[in-house]
């Protein structure tokens, strides 16, 4: 099965300083998410990656896809107390059935002021 | 979009005791999933439906978990005896179509079991 991989797993940064995570898959990446989570709630959507060197932003933040290196990583600009929660890495899994995500364990991210 | 709604959202119960959790998908969305997800971990996989049809069952944890979507609407995980093993966030989620898409969470359902 596929296994992802988040670094780090958690980060305290101070207010508007850059940061970035990095999400590694043990197969060949088909679809790559981003969602961000906060403590005790759903999961956000944030972006899709489908392609290889696909970069996509949205407001402060952009995320990466490079296939051949089966990698994605998500930049933060100007990190905002905003920003802080646990952002989760998903792809898209092959089941029997059809697909499914399959997430990485997530990367906590505080923001300090 | 009214999004995903789950209820409860925080249950307690003995061990033991059965429980069953809702979901309510956007209305046209076509697929549910239901997710398990313990602290300091990834939402884990379970089980998913496309319309009343259950296409995936052998990621539920046991056979104490079951699912069910009766008319392709809303859909419910039952767990019955449960144990302290269970206690964890219960998430469901919702697409349109057929998987590689984005999905749309709801809010989770905390369990509790002491």
């Known amino acids: 099965s596929q296994e992802l991989e988040q670094s780090p797993q958690s980060l305290i940064v101070q207010e508007g300083k850059n940061l970035t995570i990095n999400c590694t898959s043990s197969k060949t990446l088909y679809g790559l998410y981003w969602y961000k989570q906060k403590y005790g709630e759903g999961l956000i959507f944030l972006m899709m990656l489908q392609k290889g060197g696909e970069e996509k932003s949205h407001e402060k933040i952009t995320a990466k896809l490079d296939e051949k290196k089966q990698q994605s990583s998500l930049h933060i600009t100007a990190s905002q107390p905003s920003h802080a929660g646990i952002y989760l890495c998903g792809a898209d899994s092959l089941l029997d059935s059809g697909y499914a995500l399959n997430f990485g364990k997530g990367t906590s991210l505080l923001v300090t002021p | 979009d009214t999004g995903v709604s789950q209820n409860p959202r925080h249950k307690i119960t003995k061990r033991g005791q059965n429980v069953t959790f809702r979901c309510d998908p956007i209305s046209e969305h076509n697929r549910l999933y239901w997710y398990r997800q313990t602290l300091g971990q990834g939402p884990e996989f379970l089980t998913y439906f496309q319309n009343e049809a259950q296409l995936e069952k052998s990621r539920l944890l046991s056979d104490r978990f079951s699912a069910e979507r009766p008319k392709g609407s809303f859909s419910t995980l039952e767990i019955q005896r449960t144990e302290q093993g269970d206690s964890a966030m219960y998430l469901c989620?919702?697409?349109?179509?057929?998987?590689?898409?984005?999905?749309?969470f709801g809010s989770g359902t905390q369990l509790s079991v002491l």
């Open positions: 989620a919702s697409s349109r179509n057929s998987g590689r898409e984005k999905l749309f």
